[in-house]
Structure formats: C-alpha cells, structure tokens
C-alpha cells in the first residue's frame, strides 16, 4: 500500500465526511462493505483518506446515492466498471490533480486490491 505522508493531500475521516456529505458512520460502513475502500490509518489509530480514498468515496456515493445501488449492486458496479484496477481520470474532481506518478501508483493499489477480491 501506498505511504499515506507519500499523498501530499490527505483528509480525516471527519474532512471526507463535511466533503461528500456523508456521515463518519456511512463511511466506516462503507470501508467494511467495499474491500478496495481501505484508508490506512496513522500512528494514532485515525483514518487518513488520501486523493484516490476520496475519489473512491465519491464513486460509491454516486453509485448508491444517486443511481441509487445496493450495497451489493454498488460493488458489482464498481467492479465490473474498473475491472483491470484503473480508475477512469473523470471520477477525480477537477480542483484534484494527479501527475502520472501518482496514477501508476493507483493502478498498481487496485491491481493488488482486484487480486485480493479474486482469492
């Protein structure tokens, strides 16, 4: 996994939460539902969501806030949609940039997270 300090650009749970609108207790729900969804955590315990965390976040609120998914369909959807672990650059907010390091960095992270949904 990637070194949260690695992402110039990480968020608390409680900044994610004002971000999309969503209360912590969804998100926590969210990371125990969706194994790709797996912020790493810091010294101190806190979850630290970087700028892929986030746009994943923001793809599950679409799928099920929106189009209005089960948990479960929301997964297939998600999977089905980003099958080979690239996530399509029009999910990612506007205002986020990422230069090519840190899309070979993501690709790499869902490639290992589809590996251990497949076992």
């Not at 939460?17 to 125990?32: A, G, K, T």
């Not at 089905?80 to 990422?98: A, F, H, M, R």
């Not at 230069?99 to 290992?112: A, C, G, H, R, V």
């Amino acid at each position: 996994m990637q070194d949260i300090m690695a992402d110039s650009e990480v968020h608390t749970i409680k900044e994610v939460s004002l971000i999309v609108d969503e209360e912590q207790h969804v998100l926590r729900y969210w990371e125990r539902e969706f194994a790709f969804l797996n912020p790493q955590k810091n010294d101190a315990g806190n979850r630290m969501y970087t700028s892929f965390d986030l746009t994943i976040v923001k793809e599950l609120k679409r799928l099920i806030r929106t189009e209005r998914k089960t948990i479960q369909e929301a997964r297939n959807a998600f999977l089905e949609q980003y099958p080979d672990g690239t996530v399509d650059i029009q999910i990612i907010s506007k205002d986020e940039s990422l230069d090519t390091s840190d899309l070979s960095q993501i690709k790499s992270e869902l490639e290992e997270i589809i590996k251990k949904l497949k076992t």
